[in-house]
T-cell receptor, first 113, second 116 residues
């Protein structure tokens, strides 16, 4: 199974961009990269996903390297409410036509006032 | 319902007892996932169901763990003869087939299980 590696923790000043890296060097060509975040005591929340092109939505941007071995989640203007654990995940298609999501241990982002 | 719901929210049990955890997915979602999250750790995949296909049980840690999904909707995760290492938050998620929601898992609030 493809796996992800993330830094354990990061700090970011409020209002600045938060750049969260992820390594997924064993990813296969048909495996998507997903990002979720988990705010204390809540279930994980979807942020964004991509395959090989960079993606942007109202929450964040996802930059995927050309070789797809790493990616970066960018929160353009971090707020205190963005303090959470951020998970970089590989979605693996199965032979039954469905998907399996492999979560790593995540990066604990702390946004500082 | 509006989202994924799980019950109970908290469960305290004695070692050796059986427990059942329930998940109500979002109506119409065909995929349902169970995860376990130990204190300070990431999510550990346990099992998932997709429509009428055979469930993928590859993440279940032992034969004390089992899960069912009745009528393609509600799911129950059963842990027999609980051990202290089973203490964790058990999270359920569902995902649908239509439009943008197809790729997104919606998580419930979890059940916090404590085995004494």
């Amino acid at each position: 199974d493809a796996k992800t590696t993330q830094p354990t923790s990061m700090d970011c000043a409020e209002g600045r961009a938060a750049n969260l890296p992820c390594n997924h060097s064993t990813i296969s060509g048909n495996e998507y990269v997903y990002w979720y975040r988990q705010i204390h005591s809540q279930g994980p929340q979807y942020i964004i996903h991509g395959l090989k092109n960079n993606e942007t939505n109202e929450m964040a941007s996802l930059i995927i390297t050309e070789d797809r071995k790493s990616s970066t989640l960018i929160l353009p203007h971090a707020t205190l409410r963005d303090t959470a654990v951020y998970y970089c995940i590989v979605r693996i298609p199965t032979t039954s036509g469905t998907y399996k999501y492999i979560f790593g241990t995540g990066t604990r982002l702390k946004v500082l006032a | 319902g509006a989202g994924v719901s799980q019950s109970p929210s908290n469960k305290v049990t004695e070692k050796g007892k059986d427990v059942e955890l329930r998940c109500d997915p979002i109506s119409g979602h065909t995929a349902l996932y169970w995860y376990r999250q130990s204190l300070g750790q990431g999510l550990e995949f346990l099992i998932y169901f997709q429509g009428n296909s055979a469930p993928d049980k590859s993440g279940l840690p032992s034969d004390r763990f089992s899960a069912e999904r009745t009528g393609g909707s509600v799911s129950t995760l059963t842990i027999q003869r609980t051990q202290q290492e089973d203490s964790a938050v058990y999270l359920c998620a569902s995902s649908g087939l239509a439009g943008v929601s197809y790729n997104e898992q919606f998580f419930g609030p979890g059940t916090r299980l404590t085995v004494l």
